[in-house]
């Protein structure tokens, strides 16, 4: 039997929803650097009181960072741990065979796509970005513009690039930075679900720990 998509944009969060066994991967960077949790929360709390941009809170992660040893290989050990949610690949696949437009829509950072190999089964990537240099050193780094409120401003973008209406798109992630975004999309599903404001916004909480069960809510049976 052959799969319509209900939706022409599906994005993607990648922190606990893709990729699995970390919550933030910038939480786990920080517990393996052991930087000082005061710190870090106060530049989160920065952000999140609206004092601080976005770009401020991630350039004072990667000096916390960077102050205490990550390098390329350092920050790889760090997720080690990490692994792709059951069926995320084939999920993907299935979804772009049925012409799909798949992008991600992430506060992760591009090490973690990388190492899962994922860029390839999305038309776009929004996340933000570190570059090393030939030493492994961190070189240079980009904070994304659409991480917490503004992944509904990045869903938004795409939707009106590709000429797709809100309610053609989907989105589906897990936690609190995903809320506003799930309520901006046509459509929204979280799985691995750690925020009760986010249970109450998606249209469905997936329960099982496999990314092939959003496969139903996307395509249709034809
Ligand atoms: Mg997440």
Known sequence: MASRRRYDLIAFDVDGTLVDDTVFVWKTLHDYFDTDPESRDMAFRSYMDGKWPYHRWFEHDIKLLTEAGATRSSMLAALDGMRLTHGAIETLTTLREAGARLAIIS??????????????????????????????????WQATPYD??????????????????????A????????????REAGFSLA???????????VD??????????????????V
């Open 191 to 201: 799985i691995h679900c750690k925020s009760e404001e986010l249970a109450g916004v």
């Open 171 to 182: 989105f589906v992630g897990d936690n609190f930075n995903d809320v506003a975004v799930a």
């Open 148 to 169: 917490v409120w503004d992944k509904a401003t990045g869903l938004r973008a795409l939707a009106a690039r590709y000429q797709i209406p809100m309610a053609r798109t």
């Open 204 to 221: 469905v909480v997936i329960e099982e720990d496999d990314m092939r069960a959003v496969l139903p809510y996307l395509l249709e049976e």
């Open 107 to 140: 506060g992760s950072i591009n090490v973690v796509v990388e190492k899962f190999d994922l860029e390839q089964y999305f038309d776009e990537v929004y996340l933000n970005r570190i570059w090393f240099d030939a030493a492994g050193e961190l070189e240079r």
